[in-house]
């Protein structure tokens, strides 16, 4: 170990010594001090940003930089990734603040166990080699596990915890199963040396093609892609909605990473096989979550099954195995994970009393109450739907053009028709706001930060869509496209 890969890890240095500080200082704060948590917790990630931003020499040219003994690599789409992860947790605390002071379980323990994921999420990001890959895994899922269960005198809470843990086991089972397999095959658990060695041996070995199988389940799995999706709805409507908030975006980015880093670094000659895998699970995601969004009529099932809809399209980029595909992903699942975190943000805004705003219902006649809140909630929905002007419809694009690209004409067929057919649930809360009547008159009140972030990410949808050029144009960049 030397200076230099002490340096290229110090973002995660900082989050993990910030979150043991944070779970020693909460020892000795009383209840109504507990705000100095969210404050350290913000400044851990303000901190964590600019560590991030300090990029050395090697990577200044769009190199990349390997650190312990090439375990861990640090890049331009690791970086951008991060940067995202801090961005969107910091709008997460802001909005889970709100919400865990609402029904009384405002403790230290979000914050730590979600600053422990994101730590996992920072690892799998970086992850040059398969040990590096299961150990950011493992932390990002434990932890994932313990907030579906934070409300303790929930037993609903407790009963998706427990799906969520023996499903998650199962996958991650499969995907350490499929990394002993490769291992077998290569003889060594580096990304760079297992391409190399699946360069020299050819593609054809059996073992190396079961372990692929079962790294795709894995990955599957942590997307919520179908047919692996079965624990989605449930985690994310027994969850609180602070948590659901958090499993709804930043895992994703780390997901994206994960799958670039295995597939792409690791396996990239064994493309012709893993394309088509990802070409069957864009499908039945992009399908299956479309359809059976439309029946629900539990907002946040209904975002649960969208979220499984809109990982296949992620799956789109990714399946395409170009360097433009991969920059698509990437656009898409960051501009998801802001879509999602204002989704939430405006459930956890119209909750109170502690009680969930949950049903569709709750939405009816929020125009009336209060317009400015309908207009955002507008915004979200309208490019989760892929509305032109609005973000998500490049993000749309450029997958669609990535699948056009790679001659996969009928996968795009697929996706344009059911980006139509899932219009229609999106449009829907639209119409209960503007056009029902309001099933309450309470007033819709919120913190000033809350008030400022929830706008903030509301115009965002529209502006980034306006102004979307400069983020593709980096993403692009991060795979050399």
């Keep these: ?11 995660e240095l900082w989050v993990l010594t910030m979150t043991c500080v944070i779970l020693m200082v909460d020892l000795f704060l009383k209840e109504e001090r507990r705000g100095i948590v969210h404050l350290l917790a913000m400044v851990t990630l303000v901190f964590a940003a600019i560590i991030t931003l300090r990029v050395d020499d090697s990577m200044s040219s769009g190199g990349a930089a390997l650190a312990f003994n090439g375990s861990f690599v640090r890049d331009q789409m690791g970086d951008m990734l991060k940067l995202f992860s801090y961005f969107v947790l910091a709008m997460v605390f802001i909005y889970a603040k709100f919400c865990l002071r609402q029904f009384r379980m405002f403790r230290a323990d979000f914050y ?33 596990y313990t907030l579906v269960a934070y409300d303790r005198d ?6 998706a915890a427990m799906k969520y843990f023996v499903l998650g086991s199962m996958a991650s089972g499969m995907l350490l199963y499929g990394m002993s397999m ?107 979550g479309n359809l059976a969004a439309i029946a629900q009529t539990n907002i946040k099932r209904m975002l649960a099954y969208s979220t499984i809809g809109h990982m296949g399209f992620v799956f789109m980029g990714l399946l395409a195995g170009t360097p433009e595909g991969y920059g698509a992903g990437m656009f898409y699942v960051i501009v998801y994970s802001l879509m999602s975190a ?33 207009a955002i909630m507008a915004m979200v929905m309208f490019s989760m739907a892929g509305v032109p002007v609005f973000v998500g419809f490049f993000a749309k694009w450029l997958v669609i053009q990535a699948a056009l690209n790679a001659g996969l004409v009928w996968l795009a067929i697929v996706a344009v028709v059911f980006s139509v057919v899932g219009a229609f649930y999106y449009i829907r809360v639209v119409k209960l706001m503007y056009f029902d009547e309001p099933v309450t008159t309470t007033k ?35 795979f050399g496209a």
Excluded at 1 to 11: E, G, H, K, N
Aim: with cysteine.
């Design 1 to 11: 170990m030397t200076r230099t890969d002490f340096l290229l890890i110090a973002p």
């Design 112 to 144: 730590t166990l979600s600053l422990e994921a994101l730590l996992g999420i920072m690892l799998l990001i970086s992850a040059n080699n398969l040990i590096m890959v299961y150990l950011g895994l493992e932390l990002l899922a434990l932890a994932s």
């Design 154 to 159: 929930s037993r609903r809470g407790s009963e």
């Design 182 to 288: 490769i291992y077998g095959a290569t003889g060594t658990l580096d990304l760079g040396a297992i391409a190399e060695a699946v360069k020299v041996n050819g593609a054809d070995d059996i073992m190396l093609v079961f372990g692929l199988v079962f790294l795709i389940v894995g990955i599957a799995f942590k997307f919520g892609a179908a047919p692996f999706h079965m624990w989605v709805p449930d985690v994310y409507q027994g969850a609180p909605v602070s948590t659901t908030l958090f499993i709804s975006s930043l895992p994703k980015m780390a997901a994206f990473a994960m799958a670039f880093r295995l597939l792409q670094t690791g396996l990239g000659d064994l493309q012709g096989d893993w394309m088509q895998m990802l070409a069957l699970l864009a499908v039945l995601s992009i399908v299956v």
């Design 342 to 374: 204002a989704g939430f943000g405006m459930v956890i805004l119209l909750s109170g009393h502690g009680i969930e705003a949950e049903k569709l219902d709750d939405f009816k006649g929020l125009n009336q109450r209060n317009p400015w809140y309908a």
């Design 444 to 478: 819709i009140d919120a913190p000033v930060d809350f008030r400022a972030v929830i706008s903030l990410n509301g115009v965002i949808m529209l502006g980034l869509g306006i102004f979307s050029g400069s983020l593709i144009q980096i993403c692009m960049s991060s």
